[in-house]
C-alpha cells in the first residue's frame, strides 16, 4: 500500500475523523467522546483554533482520507530573547496507517512550520504512560531535557 501524505489545515468536515484517532487507544478512549453527534465542545474548539493566528490543527490526507493529526501552538516568550517556540499536541495517526511513517511525517511537517513561523524551539509532550511514543519522539530527535508538571482542574 503506497500513501501519498498531503498536509492542510483541518476543518469541521474532518472533526469526526480527528476525534476518532484520538479515542482510538486507551488514554484517549477514558477522555474523549467519539459519538454521534459529537458534543458541541468539539465544534467550538475547532472555532476557537481556527480563528487564533498562533493555533493550527493541521491533517494528514491521503487522497480524500483524514489518516493523522496534530495541534501546533505558536507562543512568544521574554525568554529566549523574545523569542517564539511551537508545541505540538495531540499528534494521532489512524490505526489503519500505523507504523507506516505517517507520524514522523506529522512531525517532520510541524518542525518545518516552527522554523517558517521563526520559532527557535519546537516542544511537546507526552504522557508517562506511552513509552513508544517517548521513544518514538527521542529517535526524531527530542530530547527530554525538562521535567513537565500538569495540573487538572
Known amino acids: 500500500m503506497t500513501i501519498e501524505i498531503m498536509f492542510r489545515v483541518a476543518t469541521e468536515k474532518d472533526l469526526?475523523?480527528?476525534?476518532?484517532m484520538l479515542a482510538d487507544d486507551v488514554l484517549g478512549s477514558m477522555r474523549e467522546r467519539y459519538e454521534n453527534p459529537l458534543p458541541n465542545s468539539y465544534?467550538?474548539?475547532?472555532?476557537?483554533?481556527?480563528?487564533?493566528?498562533?493555533?493550527?490543527?493541521?491533517?494528514?490526507?491521503?487522497?480524500?482520507?483524514?489518516?493523522?493529526?496534530?495541534?501546533?501552538?505558536?507562543?512568544?516568550?521574554?525568554?529566549?530573547?523574545?523569542?517564539?517556540?511551537?508545541?505540538?499536541?495531540?499528534?494521532?495517526?489512524?490505526?489503519?496507517?500505523?507504523?507506516?511513517?505517517?507520524?514522523?511525517?506529522?512531525?517532520?511537517?510541524a518542525i518545518q512550520r516552527a522554523k517558517e513561523r521563526g520559532c527557535h524551539l519546537v516542544q511537546l509532550t507526552t504522557d508517562k504512560k506511552r513509552p513508544d511514543a517517548l521513544r518514538f519522539y527521542e529517535r526524531l530527535g527530542f530530547k527530554p531535557t525538562h521535567e513537565g508538571l500538569k495540573m487538572k482542574l
Open 16 to 20: 469526526d475523523s480527528i476525534v476518532a
Open 43 to 109: 465544534i467550538e474548539a475547532l472555532e476557537a483554533i481556527i480563528s487564533d493566528p498562533n493555533n493550527e490543527l493541521v491533517v494528514a490526507c491521503d487522497g480524500n482520507e483524514v489518516i493523522g493529526v496534530q495541534q501546533i501552538t505558536f507562543t512568544p516568550y521574554i525568554t529566549h530573547q523574545g523569542g517564539w517556540r511551537a508545541t505540538i499536541e495531540g499528534v494521532r495517526t489512524s490505526a489503519s496507517v500505523r507504523d507506516k511513517g505517517v507520524g514522523t511525517e506529522l512531525i517532520k511537517w
